[in-house]
Nanobody, 124 residues
Framework: QVQLVESGGGLVQAGGSLRLSCAAS????????MGWFRQALGKERELVAT????????YYSDSVKGRFTISIDNAKNTVYLQLNRLKPEDTATYYC?????????????????WGQGTQVTVSS
């Protein structure tokens, strides 16, 4: 069982940046995968990025590749998502999650531990 708490969301202008944090508690093993998902109002939840707890094997969706960066600070038990060159289309609630299912790490249904979410709003 892992507890997750997201923070760092806010209101920014298009082209700006934000850094989201996900603080984890409980025992986490190196083979766990951490995922960032987002859900816009009236839309389905979609994958943004994943990373293994050991810090390797990163994945990004096509819509954010080259603009967002996922990383981990093991000493702080925290996973980060750096959001650069933000667009209005990035507006959503962003969620952090954890799974041991490497074979299903791109599927939200494989994640059993979720944070409460943090809101990102990008103005035109």
């Amino acid at each position: 069982q892992v507890q997750l708490v997201e923070s760092g969301g806010g209101l920014v202008q298009a082209g700006g940046s934000l850094r989201l944090s996900c603080a984890a508690s409980g025992r986490i093993y190196s083979y766990y995968y951490m995922g960032w998902f987002r859900q816009a109002l009236g839309k389905e939840r979609e994958l943004v990025a994943t990373i293994r707890w050991s810090g390797d094997n990163t994945y990004y969706s096509d819509s954010v590749k080259g603009r967002f960066t996922i990383s981990i600070d093991n000493a702080k038990n925290t996973v980060y998502l750096q959001l650069n060159r933000l667009k209005p289309e990035d507006t959503a609630t962003y969620y952090c999650a954890a799974t041991w299912r490497v074979d299903r790490r791109l599927d939200y249904s494989a994640y059993g531990d979720w944070g409460q979410g943090t809101q990102v709003t990008v103005s035109s």
